[in-house]
């Protein structure tokens, strides 16, 4: 009876998150408007970011060749433009989760194709909010794109190894690169070196990356503790 009804509503017409028509597809997206998305096109091996056409080696950008990040790549579904900043904002501050489950799905795949022909890693990291903000948003949204990557890709979550210790100012106030590195120094923490014992790759979920000062944050400590590989996965790359 349970699957007769799990059936029945696949079979049911849902509302596509971008332009509202009914959709029968598997998740809340029209075949139209999923096409039209600003998917990531191609970008620097390390940060994720899209070179200018005219850059001299568009698979390494200057800053990473200069200052390598401290993790392996960053990957990113889409560009940070519309409509992906409105969904993502809808997902974040008004608790919009179709969105955000819809396009959870559509980097789950991406991740799934990437690591088919090489070692996924040992385990998923979302980037941690601190308490007085997780309590008043009332969920960590980078947690609930890990579960569904978790689901998806069959790598394993924890939504506890890591997390932010101090409430920083939000990084978007930030004006110079100094001050967005500052405003995160000892931010974060590992809660708990038990549940990185012989963890040694990593993949750190978050919504978007713009500066990589967060995920530059994290990505320290996580090696300190011994993590060797850490990829980091977004939905959205913004550009610096």
Known sequence: MLNLSRRLLQLMPSPCIVCGKSSRAAYSL???C??????????????GEEPPATAPNPRSCAGCTLHPPPFACCRAAFRYQSPIDSLLSGFKFRARFEAGNVLALLLAEKIAQHYRNTTPPDLLLPVPLHPKRLRQRGFNQALEIARVVSKKCGIPLSGNAIVKMRDTTAQ??????????QNLKNAFGVADNVLLHRVKSVALIDDVVTTMATVSSVSRELRGCGIRHIDVWCLARANR
């Open 30 to 32: 029209c075949p139209d």
């Open 34 to 47: 999923e096409f039209d998305l600003p998917w990531a096109g191609p970008c620097c091996i390390r940060c």
């Open 172 to 181: 978007t106030k930030m004006h110079s690169a100094g001050a967005r590195k």
